[in-house]
């Protein structure tokens, strides 16, 4: 078992059904710290916390709430949020296929694979090797979490590849902001292509590397060289704990163990 | 109407100098809920609990941490991770021009678009940029320093339009091989089946088709249940997959339902 | 910097820096230590499948720095498999897999001399295959102290029920292993658990044991880590090398070894080095392939 998903349903295209997982494509850049109680160095966690009783509340007594009017809020739970699109929420259904060179990248939002469940391997590279030959896309809906996601199927490099769109709603106009005037001379314009020109190369990114991350890298090998790391304390509490049977069960065989 | 200007720059390569201001380019609708405490509904409010003390640990008490061992941390002070914050300057250096082909749009994070600053000339020089950039079909390969970060980017014309997208670092994509696909031979017949079918099912993007209508039905059936109507519990229907000896069979009937 | 390419189950690994010294005075090379995780790999990779490998690279060798991965390094070819770990932040961790030889000779490339795991498995990090008693001896007192606790805690731990395999720490002391290998299984009940046993031979052999981490406190006593039941916690892997002086190897003891008084009277008697590891494992195979499949339940819980 190599990675785990972030969603497992069906991929369809007409009656083609596909058993499929939501995988990331993308790793986060950043170097991640965690946050410690500054007097003792305790890792902290992120808990929700009730500000009227002033205790942590477990997973199972927090629920998820709309709020319609202030303070007044409508309860959900998670298989009415199921139920809102249903089909959608189980199924990436492709109901036409695109040529992605009309879409404009403004869409583009975020990348995933997807990658084939037991039993779908064939019907899966089917998919993307029918997708590569007539170099086309798939558009689709669906459901994640509480959201639902305009999404584009690609073949890329032998895998099927799942990037959410945002909907055109969303997509801001730019026509306010375009050039009032400007014709330029048509000397200006060569001197600037030819100057362009010059400057053209093969697309490597790996040629560019995070130069934050790089510095934050090397502050922290200077740090951990100068000064020894930090230690959070272990808990002590008081003698004896324990379950009461297990302290006597144990006691209990204690008294038949072989002095040494 | 866009956004307004989050930042002003100026693109920069050999001799040619172009001032412009950034805007965003997307703006999100999103219905927002808040997590309640079951008993008495009261919001709840996400805190940074002490494993230990079980309590919580207000921001001037926190610190810090990379994790360099087992539970041993190096600590980093906020003069510190400023210092490696990159200087700030306005520069949009353009460092090379690629094919606009060559750029795998699984490397495009965020869009901008730029709004050409007018100090230059009435936005000539912005204009025969997005000319020389649309008549050689390249992007520009830039990097730059905003808000105390460091982005690499692409800037490309379309239409009247500069935009830049910023990219995604080449160690951040995970490769293909990663997922361990296995190879499955398919035959001629699945194959052109396949591609004839998907040749049908072909039709122009058109975005303005799609709508959020989750959203819409997520709202009315907020507004439901605050009427206090009931609402009925569906469950998600699973797909039954498509076996691997059907699939010719199931691609023929999909070809003869779409014609 | 010198480069060898070699081919492995089809796969194409580039080794770089084989002559470099990774023990210097014992005169250990990178090529030594690749050629020892080569031979001992039929046994090592049962107890490394499936769990998020921490890193302790030396690139530099066991005498000078090292530094501490538990983020799958992004460079790693392709075949490398990986899982996701939730993080207590919410993000997701990727995490390297060391499924196989390639996987294993790769990371080895990269001078991660020991090779730590946590106790559960990648695919429910919440739920530990195997409880354990790190026993750590104090400065002045060393592994035959650690062998006679060891011996009472393994005596206890039958008592009620449970069969347990020790292994040596490669450094001081001790690790004694409780299988349990069943998904009810959880760190809250282990830790539960391994907290009661401390405290109750604390309190039967006070002048020799103790359970609490506090350095002054140790002197000659063994204290019993019990907190290393935890999901953030990670132990070295059984077969693993030391980063010490000599390539010492965390190797599985038969319990009549630490029986017996002329083996404790030498203390270097029970340090594995790599050339008897692969002796020994040669003549009795895997020690602590129980430790992967017997089944147990913690009883009065």
Same mark, same amino acid.
């Given at each position: 078992?190599?990675?785990q998903?972030?969603?497992?349903g069906?991929?369809?295209f007409?009656?083609?059904?596909?058993?499929?997982?939501?995988?990331?494509a993308?790793?986060p850049?950043?170097?991640?710290?965690r946050?410690?109680h500054?007097?003792?160095?305790?890792?902290?966690?992120?808990?929700?916390?009730?500000?009227e009783e002033?205790?942590?509340v $477990?997973r199972?007594?927090i629920i998820?709430?709309y709020?319609?009017?202030?303070?007044?809020?409508?309860?959900?739970?998670?298989e009415?949020l199921e139920s809102?699109?249903?089909?959608?929420?189980?199924?990436?259904?492709i109901?036409d296929?695109?040529?992605?060179?009309?879409?404009? $990248?403004v869409?583009?939002?975020h $990348?995933?694979?997807?990658?084939p469940?037991k039993?779908?391997?064939?019907a899966?590279?089917?998919?993307?090797?029918?997708?590569?030959?007539?170099?086309?896309a798939?558009?689709?809906?669906?459901?994640?979490?509480?959201?639902?996601?305009?999404?584009?199927?690609?073949s890329r490099?032998g895998?099927?590849?799942?990037?959410?769109?945002h909907?055109s709603?969303?997509?801001?106009?730019?026509?306010?902001?375009?050039?009032?005037?400007?014709?330029?001379?048509?000397?200006? /314009?060569?001197?600037?292509? +030819?100057?362009?020109?010059?400057?053209?190369?093969?697309?490597?990114p790996?040629?560019?590397?995070?130069?934050?991350r790089?510095?934050?890298?090397?502050l922290?090998?200077? +740090?951990?060289?100068?000064?020894?790391?930090?230690?959070?304390?272990?808990?002590e /509490?008081?003698?004896g704990a324990?379950?009461?049977?297990?302290?006597?069960?144990?006691?209990e065989?204690?008294r038949?163990?072989k002095?040494? | 109407?866009?956004?307004?200007?989050?930042?002003?720059?100026?693109?920069h390569?050999?001799d040619?100098?172009v001032?412009?201001?950034?805007?965003t380019?997307?703006?999100?609708?999103r219905?927002?809920?808040?997590?309640?405490?079951?008993?008495?509904q009261?919001r709840?409010?996400?805190?940074m609990?002490c494993a230990?003390e079980?309590? #919580?640990?207000? =921001?001037?008490?926190?610190?810090?941490g990379f994790?360099?061992?087992?539970?041993?941390?190096v600590?980093?002070?906020?003069?510190?991770?400023?210092?490696t914050a990159?200087e700030s300057?306005?520069m949009? %250096?353009?460092?090379?021009?690629?094919k606009t082909?060559?750029?795998d749009?699984?490397f495009?994070?965020?869009l901008?678009?730029?709004?050409?600053d007018?100090q230059?000339n009435?936005?000539?020089?912005?204009?025969?940029?997005?000319?020389?950039?649309?008549?050689?079909?390249v992007?520009?390969?830039?990097?730059?320093?905003?808000?105390?970060?460091s982005?690499f980017?692409?800037?490309?014309?379309? %239409?009247k339009?500069?935009?830049l997208?910023t990219?995604?670092?080449?160690?951040?994509?995970?490769?293909?091989g990663?997922l361990?696909?296995?190879d499955? #031979?398919l035959?001629e017949?699945?194959?052109k089946?396949?591609?004839?079918?998907i040749?049908?099912?072909?039709?122009p993007?058109? #975005?303005?088709?799609?709508?959020?209508?989750?959203?819409?039905?997520?709202?009315?059936?907020?507004?439901k249940?605050?009427?206090?109507?009931?609402?009925?519990?569906?469950?998600?229907?699973?797909?039954?997959?498509?076996?691997?000896?059907?699939?010719?069979q199931v691609?023929?009937?999909s070809l003869k339902?779409? =014609? | 910097m010198?480069?060898?390419?070699v081919?492995?189950?089809?796969?194409r690994l580039?080794?770089?820096?084989?002559?470099k010294?990774l023990?210097?005075?014992?005169?250990?090379t990178?090529? @030594?230590? !690749?050629?020892?995780?080569?031979?001992?790999?039929?046994l090592i990779?049962p107890?490394?499948?499936?769990r998020? !490998?921490t890193?302790?690279r030396?690139? &530099?060798?066991?005498?000078?720095?090292?530094?501490?991965?538990?983020?799958c390094?992004?460079?790693?070819?392709?075949w490398?498999?990986?899982?996701e770990?939730p993080?207590?932040d919410?993000e997701?961790?990727?995490?390297?897999?060391?499924?196989?030889? &390639?996987t294993?000779i790769?990371?080895e490339n990269?001078?991660?001399?020991?090779? @730590?795991?946590?106790?559960?498995?990648?695919s429910?990090?919440e739920?530990p295959?195997?409880?354990?008693?790190?026993?750590?001896?104090?400065?002045?007192?060393?592994i035959p102290?650690?062998?006679?606790?060891a011996?009472i805690l393994?005596?206890?731990?039958?008592?009620?029920?449970?069969?347990?395999?020790?292994?040596t720490?490669?450094?001081?002391?001790l690790?004694?292993?409780?299988?349990?290998?069943r998904k009810?299984?959880?760190?809250e009940?282990?830790?539960?658990?391994s907290?009661?046993?401390?405290?109750?031979?604390?309190?039967?052999?006070p002048?020799?044991?103790?359970?609490?981490?506090?350095?002054? &406190?140790?002197?000659a006593?063994?204290?019993?880590n019990?907190?290393q039941?935890?999901?953030?916690?990670?132990?070295?892997c059984?077969?693993?090398?030391r980063a010490?002086e000599?390539?010492i190897?965390?190797?599985p !003891?038969?319990?009549?070894?630490?029986?017996?008084?002329?083996?404790?009277?030498?203390p270097?008697?029970?340090?594995?080095t @790599?050339?008897e590891?692969?002796?020994?494992? &040669?003549?009795?195979?895997?020690?602590f392939?129980?430790v992967?499949?017997?089944?147990?339940?913690?009883? @009065?819980?």
């Amino acid at each position: 078992m190599a990675v785990q998903g972030i969603w497992s349903g069906t991929i369809s295209f007409s009656l083609v059904a596909i058993p499929v997982r939501l995988v990331k494509a993308i790793e986060p850049g950043r170097i991640s710290f965690r946050l410690l109680h500054s007097k003792d160095y305790s890792p902290l966690a992120r808990r929700m916390f009730c500000p009227e009783e002033e205790t942590m509340v $477990p997973r199972d007594e927090i629920i998820r709430g709309y709020e319609i009017v202030p303070n007044q809020y409508v309860l959900m739970t998670d298989e009415e949020l199921e139920s809102v699109s249903p089909e959608r929420s189980r199924t990436i259904e492709i109901v036409d296929f695109i040529d992605m060179k009309e879409v404009d $990248p403004v869409y583009y939002d975020h $990348p995933y694979y997807l990658v084939p469940s037991k039993g779908g391997e064939k019907a899966y590279r089917l998919l993307v090797e029918v997708m590569r030959r007539t170099n086309k896309a798939g558009l689709a809906k669906f459901v994640l979490a509480e959201r639902e996601y305009l999404v584009a199927v690609t073949s890329r490099d032998g895998a099927l590849a799942l990037t959410t769109l945002h909907y055109s709603e969303e997509i801001l106009a730019d026509e306010d902001l375009s050039p009032k005037k400007g014709k330029t001379a048509a000397e200006e /314009q060569n001197r600037m292509k +030819k100057s362009i020109e010059r400057m053209i190369e093969n697309f490597d990114p790996g040629k560019y590397a995070d130069k934050r991350r790089k510095k934050l890298t090397d502050l922290l090998a200077t +740090k951990a060289k100068e000064k020894a790391p930090v230690e959070a304390p272990v808990v002590e /509490q008081e003698e004896g704990a324990g379950p009461a049977d297990l302290v006597a069960a144990l006691e209990e065989s204690m008294r038949k163990v072989k002095p040494r | 109407m866009a956004g307004a200007t989050i930042w002003k720059g100026s693109i920069h390569f050999g001799d040619t100098d172009v001032p412009v201001k950034l805007h965003t380019a997307v703006k999100e609708e999103r219905i927002q809920f808040h997590f309640l405490h079951r008993r008495d509904q009261v919001r709840l409010r996400q805190q940074m609990i002490c494993a230990y003390e079980k309590e #919580p640990v207000p =921001a001037e008490q926190q610190s810090k941490g990379f994790e360099v061992e087992d539970g041993k941390y190096v600590i980093v002070d906020p003069a510190e991770l400023d210092q490696t914050a990159p200087e700030s300057s306005r520069m949009i %250096e353009v460092h090379e021009f690629v094919k606009t082909g060559q750029i795998d749009p699984i490397f495009l994070d965020r869009l901008y678009y730029l709004e050409p600053d007018m100090q230059d000339n009435q936005g000539k020089e912005y204009s025969a940029l997005v000319k020389a950039l649309k008549e050689l079909d390249v992007a520009g390969i830039c990097t730059w320093n905003m808000r105390k970060r460091s982005y690499f980017g692409a800037l490309q014309a379309r %239409e009247k339009m500069l935009r830049l997208n910023t990219l995604r670092y080449a160690d951040q994509v995970i490769a293909v091989g990663s997922l361990d696909l296995q190879d499955v #031979p398919l035959s001629e017949k699945e194959l052109k089946i396949g591609s004839e079918l998907i040749e049908k099912m072909a039709a122009p993007f058109e #975005p303005g088709k799609f709508g959020n209508e989750h959203q819409k039905k997520l709202q009315e059936m907020i507004e439901k249940k605050a009427r206090g109507e009931k609402i009925a519990i569906l469950v998600p229907r699973r797909l039954k997959p498509t076996e691997s000896d059907q699939l010719l069979q199931v691609l023929e009937a999909s070809l003869k339902k779409a =014609a | 910097m010198s480069r060898t390419f070699v081919e492995m189950a089809g796969r194409r690994l580039s080794l770089s820096n084989l002559e470099k010294d990774l023990y210097a005075s014992y005169g250990f090379t990178k090529a @030594h230590v !690749l050629e020892y995780y080569r031979r001992i790999a039929p046994l090592i990779l049962p107890h490394l499948k499936d769990r998020a !490998l921490t890193f302790k690279r030396y690139p &530099e060798g066991v005498e000078k720095d090292f530094f501490f991965e538990k983020r799958c390094p992004s460079h790693r070819p392709a075949w490398v498999k990986t899982a996701e770990i939730p993080q207590d932040d919410g993000e997701q961790m990727t995490v390297c897999l060391v499924n196989d030889l &390639e996987t294993l000779i790769w990371a080895e490339n990269l001078a991660s001399v020991e090779l @730590h795991v946590p106790l559960a498995r990648a695919s429910s990090p919440e739920t530990p295959d195997s409880m354990v008693f790190d026993l750590d001896p104090g400065d002045q007192a060393g592994i035959p102290e650690c062998a006679r606790v060891a011996l009472i805690l393994r005596d206890l731990l039958s008592r009620t029920g449970l069969a347990s395999y020790v292994k040596t720490s490669g450094k001081k002391g001790l690790h004694v292993y409780v299988p349990l290998n069943r998904k009810e299984t959880t760190f809250e009940d282990t830790k539960t658990f391994s907290k009661a046993v401390a405290g109750i031979m604390q309190k039967h052999y006070p002048d020799r044991v103790t359970a609490r981490m506090a350095k002054k &406190e140790r002197d000659a006593k063994i204290f019993i880590n019990w907190s290393q039941n935890d999901a953030s916690k990670t132990m070295v892997c059984v077969y693993s090398l030391r980063a010490r002086e000599k390539p010492i190897v965390s190797f599985p !003891l038969e319990w009549r070894e630490l029986e017996n008084p002329a083996e404790l009277g030498d203390p270097e008697r029970l340090q594995v080095t @790599h050339s008897e590891a692969l002796n020994r494992a &040669e003549e009795k195979g895997d020690l602590f392939r129980e430790v992967l499949v017997k089944e147990q339940k913690l009883p @009065h819980l």
